[in-house]
């Protein structure tokens, strides 16, 4: 239904800035929200940053304040811009679109295939 590909991942030092980019395509138009995700080695999954299609946003603690998610929605293009990044912050980092399936709301996620990014000195 909705296909995502992520890029921008690479190496940066502590302290440093980076970009991540996800293109959407398929059924761009069922998406409801967008989010960012990232899992490090031995860690669960976890929630970076999500926006609605009305440009609403959440991030938790951890990246709040230094990480902003932003969504072109006629270029179907969600960003993740990274400041201020920690050893911490390593991880794979996956897109993922959160899409309605029927006029009743269900939905289903659609992930991305993954970009590194990597903090270290």
């Known amino acids: 239904q909705v296909q995502l590909v992520e890029s921008g991942g690479g190496l940066v030092q502590p302290g440093g800035s980076l970009r991540l980019s996800c293109v959407a395509s398929g059924k761009t138009f069922a998406i409801n929200s967008m989010a960012w995700y990232r899992q490090a080695p031995g860690k669960q999954r976890e929630l970076v940053a999500a926006?609605?299609?009305?440009?609403?946003?959440n991030y938790p603690d951890s990246v709040k304040g230094r990480f902003s998610i932003s969504r072109d929605n006629v270029k179907n293009t969600v960003y993740l811009q990274m400041n201020s990044l920690k050893p911490e912050d390593t991880a794979v980092y996956y897109c993922n679109a959160r899409a309605g399936v029927n006029a009743e709301g269900a939905h289903r996620d659609h992930w991305g295939q993954g970009t590194q990014v990597t903090v270290s000195s």
């Open positions: 926006i609605t299609r009305g440009g609403t946003t």
